[in-house]
């Protein structure tokens, strides 16, 4: 009788944790760390469209990725981004109807100099955004934003799964979510 009694404990108590895990992952806390709920974007594309992270973020997975034109650290990631975008953006990956894409967010304060730098560097996808407002973007406090490039991995249902993903581990991370 006790052994009936410990093993109904232990399921109980298997049953509490998991719901528990379920309803933390549905009920994810807004926020930047991993595991949180992405925060919400919403600013103007180089031709005046504002465009919404979360309308973007629908079924695929998100590079949120800060940059700017004047930023040489920036610049000499955007081929590794722009890599991983052209690898990825067809997969098929875990829990995304869409595969992948990325959003954008300059902080430059020259519209001229975003649109050159985004034609340069080859950033073929369509989702870049820019309140053209340097260090003062309001992007940038919601991120706590301090220093670029940065950048945060959000999955189709907008909780950040990774963050900083430099150089070659922006693609070993998306590599774990390929079906």
Same mark, same amino acid.
């Given at each position: $009788?006790?052994?009936? =009694?410990?093993?109904? *404990?232990?399921? %109980?108590? @298997?049953?509490?944790?998991?719901?528990?895990?379920?309803?933390?992952?549905?009920? @994810?806390?807004?926020?930047?760390?991993?595991?949180?709920? %992405?925060?919400?974007?919403?600013?103007?594309?180089?031709?005046?469209?504002?465009?919404?992270?979360?309308?973007? =973020?629908?079924?695929?997975?998100?590079?949120?990725?800060? &940059?700017?034109? &004047?930023? $040489?650290?920036?610049?000499?990631?955007?081929?590794?981004?722009?890599?991983?975008?052209?690898?990825?953006?067809?997969?098929?990956? #875990? /829990?995304?109807?869409?595969?992948?894409?990325?959003?954008? !967010?300059?902080?430059?304060?020259?519209?001229?100099?975003?649109?050159?730098?985004?034609?340069?560097?080859?950033?073929? &996808?369509?989702?870049?955004?820019?309140?053209?407002?340097?260090?003062?973007?309001?992007?940038?406090?919601?991120?706590? !934003?301090?220093?670029?490039?940065?950048? &945060?991995?959000?999955?189709?249902?907008?909780?950040?799964? *990774?963050? /900083?993903?430099?150089?070659?581990?922006?693609?070993?991370?998306?590599? #774990?979510?390929?079906?």
């Amino acid at each position: $009788m006790r052994k009936v =009694n410990f093993i109904i *404990a232990l399921l %109980a108590l @298997a049953t509490i944790i998991f719901g528990f895990a379920s309803y933390k992952k549905q009920n @994810a806390q807004t926020g930047i760390n991993i595991g949180n709920k %992405a925060p919400e974007l919403k600013f103007k594309s180089p031709d005046g469209h504002e465009i919404s992270l979360n309308e973007v =973020n629908k079924g695929r997975y998100v590079l949120i990725d800060f &940059w700017a034109s &004047w930023c $040489m650290p920036c610049r000499m990631e955007n081929p590794t981004v722009v890599k991983a975008y052209n690898n990825f953006k067809d997969k098929k990956l #875990k /829990g995304a109807a869409k595969g992948f894409t990325v959003y954008s !967010v300059s902080l430059d304060r020259s519209a001229d100099a975003w649109k050159q730098a985004i034609t340069k560097d080859g950033l073929i &996808w369509e989702y870049h955004v820019s309140d053209l407002k340097y260090w003062q973007s309001e992007a940038c406090k919601p991120y706590q !934003v301090n220093s670029i490039p940065t950048n &945060w991995l959000i999955d189709p249902n907008g909780i950040i799964v *990774a963050r /900083g993903l430099r150089g070659p581990a922006l693609e070993s991370e998306l590599a #774990k979510y390929v079906q």
